[in-house]
């Protein structure tokens, strides 16, 4: 009886656990890794085929992500889930799909113009992704779930987003029985729509996240309308639009909870009919999941207005964007206004066609309300980038750039205490994942020093033995080399003058031997300079 941690380990993308009990080979979660990565994930420890069940604690990319990849290389098994969660799944692992679909359709298409010939190949495409599909299984929360003999598990909300759960899971082999509760991503306290995270009484052994295991949300009880309604009005009177990289899932309809609310009682002054785009097919379908799952996942406040024939995240003024048309009208339209796009961290969707028109416009509010992955332009920009690379063409960034912490989805270093705090029994071990490489030690110093559990932050990789209770790989983590991790923006400008400069030569062929001499001086000048 084993677990293996594989992803997000001193990192926060790429969640993935290998459990290896009563002759089964079980995973919790199997996410795809976004932004620039650290450290080297090992790969699973079995044939993807092998795999039997996996259980996914909420649909989130960074946790969902690469179960197309697993039905594409044979994984045939069931993937258990809350009834949201299997839902928001559904539509999510297709976009995704079609991000990679789309991604290699324009590398293929730009090596064709140039001189590579070699083609690139998506990592899955809409079969797999519909493959993936069929193998979930919606369960509800609340239940101990009978998976296998000697396997039983139960989903917790954990407020994070709609669906988002702990995991509870009994593995029993002969008369021994091991308890492991997996955190997924702890929500924020005060998020609206959602429920606050659920407390859990036992377990032998806790796998915790630690986004923001270092740190407080910058202002705890922000009134986040009054924030909100600031901003707008600031950015409106400059006759600016605020554009919100946002989560389609989650994010955008806490935004539009918010949005109703400035809305209806008419605080933005001088602006009161302010349009609002949600321009993204994706927030679109997760909205009307959130409608379908009222009942079982909306805390108290959301449902008073469902009752009362109000909808929480619906208004006059608000717009859903399906087609590109729709979407290119957008930055045609002069009204000062809020442009809700993805992705959350910039790095693919409509949101980037958006920075392009706005990010040079100091009239402009670029507005970030979730947490921004190292590597990702999101980042680069939260992070005081003076110009980025869109589409090809450099645009500088002139734009107000505000980031708003407090309405992050994941809980911050109080609020993960809390939850951890809650167990009666102190569990046996504390396995800390699921932070920056930092972050991931910082706390789990914290909860051993300041809190007495016993605590260890793995590397992927590493194994503990559930029936010995002993490490029995413990691995340092292989850190990815610059050459490794070198597809920045800034890396790929500097690829691209390389292949030019290649352009140029050849282009001179046959020309006056003095000035390709003097030609081939300034070059070895210039890589004496840089090959240090």
Request: glycine share 8%; aromatic share 8%; with cysteine.
């Amino acid at each position: 009886m084993q677990l293996q941690f594989i992803g997000a380990d001193h990192e926060v993308t790429g969640s993935c656990h290998y459990i290896e009990a009563c002759g089964k080979h079980l995973l919790v979660d199997y996410g795809m890794e976004q932004g620039i990565n650290l450290y080297e994930n090992v790969p699973l420890p079995v044939d993807e085929a092998q795999i039997d069940y996996v259980f996914l604690t909420h649909a989130h990319i960074d946790h969902s992500g690469l179960l197309p990849l697993l039905y594409a290389k044979g994984f045939r098994g069931k993937i258990y889930a809350t009834k949201a969660t299997a839902e928001l799944s559904s539509i999510m692992l297709r976009d995704s799909a079609h991000i990679q679909m789309f991604e290699a359709e324009w590398r293929n298409r730009k090596a064709k113009r140039g001189k590579d010939v070699e083609s690139y190949n998506p990592i899955y495409d809409m079969q797999d992704a519909d493959g993936a599909i069929k193998c979930l299984v919606p369960c509800p929360y609340d239940k101990v779930l009978e998976i296998d003999e000697g396997i039983l598990l139960r989903f917790n909300d954990i407020g994070h987003l709609l669906g988002s759960a702990a995991i509870e899971l009994w593995l029993t082999e002969g008369e021994t029985t091991k308890k492991l509760v997996f955190s997924g991503d702890v929500g924020n306290k005060g998020k609206p729509l959602v429920k606050a995270p659920q407390k859990i009484a036992e377990a032998d052994y806790v796998i915790i996240e630690s986004t923001y295991g270092d740190r407080l949300h910058q202002i705890i009880n922000i009134d986040y309308v009054s924030e909100l309604t600031r901003i707008l009005k600031e950015t409106f009177d400059r006759g600016g639009n605020v554009v919100i990289p946002s989560f389609a899932v989650g994010r955008t309809q806490e935004l539009l909870y918010f949005l109703r609310i400035i809305k209806a009682e008419g605080l933005v002054q001088d602006h009161e009919d302010f349009p609002v785009y949600v321009d993204s097919p994706l927030a679109v379908e997760a909205t009307s999941i959130f409608h379908k799952n009222i009942e079982e996942c909306f805390d108290e406040e959301a449902l008073k207005l469902v009752e009362a024939g109000i909808n929480p995240i619906s208004f006059p003024g608000l717009s859903l964007s399906i087609t590109s048309d729709e979407s290119k009208a957008i930055n045609f339209e002069d009204t000062p206004k809020v442009i809700i796009s993805a992705s959350g961290m910039c790095e693919a969707g409509r949101i980037r066609h958006h920075l392009k028109h706005n990010l040079w416009r100091p009239e402009c509010t670029i507005l970030f309300v979730g947490y921004q992955a190292v590597g990702t332009l999101g980042r680069n920009i939260c992070d005081g980038a003076k110009e980025v690379r869109l589409f090809g063409e450099t645009v500088d960034v002139r734009a107000n750039i505000i980031q708003v912490h407090g309405l992050s989805g994941h809980a911050d270093k109080a609020g993960l205490t809390d939850w951890i705090l809650g167990f009666e029994n102190e569990p046996k071990k504390v396995f800390v994942v699921h932070g920056d490489d930092e972050v991931c030690d910082i706390f789990a110093d914290y909860l051993r020093d300041e809190h007495g559990f016993d605590t260890y932050a793995p590397y992927s990789g590493a194994v503990y033995d559930l029936l010995k209770e002993e490490l029995v790989s413990s691995p340092e983590g292989i850190r990815i080399t610059k050459k490794k991790r070198a597809a920045s923006a800034v890396f790929e400008r500097l690829l691209a003058a390389g292949q030019r400069l290649l352009a140029v030569i050849r282009h001179n062929e046959g020309g006056a031997n003095k000035d390709l001499a003097k030609f081939a001086d300034q070059i070895n000048s210039l890589c004496d300079k840089w090959d240090r």
